[in-house]
């Protein structure tokens, strides 16, 4: 079993400085989820000091959701000083197959730099793999086989871990797959939940867990908060709120009586 | 009598894609807004994708609240692309009058491409349309008269809808005015309720339904969201929580007992 | 005794338009603040209307969070406009310390441009001011004695009054220091809160009064918000939401009762 709360645990006792290259979208909203679970965040997207800044950070977390030609830069400039002091980048192929401008950048920016993991959803996931669905109708059954394949094809050629998040959560790895069935439709009605997840893996990962179980105890983190948080809401106004509590007041308590988890 | 509750559903129904060129202030409160009614909104300004992007929606909502050359550019061609394509086009002129620029910006933007609505506040609408108050201290019906004139020359020049958004609104075409009477003075207290009605509208002219009773049917709800999360709220940090959470439960009943909507 | 009461009543009579340049990540909070507290906020960063907004603002907030060149070119054009018209300056030297780019650019800007108000944490305060902790483990008061030493050094370089906020926040003027210490912990777990007190700083200034006065008034309020949201709060996430609302309830009954601000 994955040791979610001794992560949790960790990532408070380091607060971690996770450097974030973000969309202006989910800003505020993934600032807030940082603090909120623990960690420290820092947004900073000048050429001129975006390897300064990533530096002085224990995680990179890269986004594409608002992109531009000036931020595509400083991404290149911070994933290259990552990698070359091995500090964990994740990687959100935010909108990836919606217009080749993002594809081709994804690519690109992953061909440059490996990311230790990559988290998006399975339409995401699978534009940036080149894999689609090619029947209309696909059950849900046969669309997360293919969203599972594509994952392992990333996972497999840039040698790091993938997450699938969804209505059901897939984390893959060259030859493992867990499974995390926490979370409640109404994080899909605010906008981030995907965005601050990845910063928060990011968080989880900056402990130096391995970046597998790292990343399965972020997104149960994440699961369980949004779990919880909606059944004290009356809509997605409230449970915004709620969730940030929530992620203050999550512990192994909490993570040991509602987890979902498992290895298939 | 318009049918908002109709108009609605068919929102819900279609979550139609809604593509923003926005202000940084408002994004995520506007994202926020548009997913809790129903929709779903992205965001994406880069010049190499915007084109794209709006391809791919069903209205283009375009707002000058932080505006900038590269993002006027973007604007520009997504504007061409929506007009092309027949996507309707939502036009908010934030804070026309303040600077010539903003003035400048708008006027060239809705010269290249025809807007399907803008709607702005009397003192955006009245300085599009070039008209002042020549008084100080005009009362209340003289302004709304001059806002209502100003909204007509506009709905003339541009063969579009007007919204003039205020204490009462106002929906005018060619021929035709309808006011809302809902809302309340806390929306005057929380940043971005009016871009978030721009958006909404977006949301409601996607539809098909004729853009005038979208306007209308946008605006009551946005108005009766309003009105019921005031009477919940003991401020403005509240009340915006409840604002979120009474656009998801908006439904036919709550239109039906609160709108204040009549042709004039 | 400093009558924040008064000020704040100032604030709301004249509900004066303040131009924050600001960062990405508290656009949205920082407008929501000055709304909740009864100011009139304005983002614009564009050098072609910089200088024209700033010119009808009552107060010039500049935050360097999220720098970037076309961004401190347009602080630059305010800041010389602001101070060419008497119009009050703070400034919010975000992050200096952690990067050059930001010392650097943050020395350039108070160069040219004398503040009125600078407010940073302890941190950045000692960086702007070229004098940093020696010796590892500092206990709270030499860390104390430093930033205020910062303070007093910053304060009579720029003859503008210096605020270091944290657990025990304190104004400093040349001759002159208050230490205020009210506010809670929940406070360092949301994004912004700074930012935002950089801004209502503004809003108070803006009133004509002295900056001193001034700016002890606005740390006094946001300070108190602070306090009695956490008392009614569960998490950094009901904070958020209560700290809006209590700057809208804030008078001078809640000041008389639980400000803790004294002259050293």
């Excluded at 960790?10 to 989820?33: D, E, F, G, K, P």
């Excluded at 989880?204 to 908060?225: C, H, L, Q, R, Y």
Aim: aromatic share 6%; net charge negative; hydrophobic share 45%.
């Amino acid at each position: 079993m994955i040791q979610s709360e001794k992560i949790l645990s960790a990532v408070r006792a380091q607060s971690a400085l996770i450097h974030n290259i973000t969309n202006y979208v989910v800003m505020n909203w993934t600032a807030n989820c940082l603090l909120a679970v623990g960690a420290s965040p820092v947004m900073a997207h000048a050429g001129e000091e975006a390897q300064a800044m990533t530096g002085l950070a224990s995680a990179l977390a890269i986004n594409i959701g608002t992109l531009s030609e000036p931020w595509v830069k400083s991404m290149r400039l911070s994933m290259d000083t990552a990698q070359h002091k091995k500090i964990p980048i994740v990687f959100d192929p935010v909108g990836v197959g919606a217009t080749s401008y993002r594809t081709d950048t994804a690519r690109q920016l992953l061909d440059d730099a490996c990311p230790t993991v990559i988290r998006g959803n399975a339409s995401e996931i699978n534009a940036l793999a080149g894999l689609e669905s090619t029947t209309k109708g696909v059950d849900s059954v046969d669309a997360s086989n293919l969203a599972i394949e594509s994952a392992r094809k990333l996972a497999n050629s840039y040698e790091c871990v993938v997450c699938v998040s969804g209505a059901i959560d897939f984390v893959v790895e060259k030859n493992k797959i867990y499974e995390i069935k926490n979370g409640h439709p109404l994080m899909a009605r605010v906008t981030g939940m995907g965005c601050a997840a990845t910063a928060l893996i990011g968080a989880f990962v900056a402990t130096g867990e391995s970046p597998f179980d790292a990343t399965v105890a972020a997104m149960t983190v994440t699961g369980i908060a949004g779990e919880l948080s909606a059944k004290k809401s009356s809509g997605p106004g409230t449970f915004q709120v709620n969730y940030l509590d929530f992620l203050d007041q999550m512990d192994g308590n909490l993570i040991r009586t509602y987890q979902k988890a498992k290895l298939l």
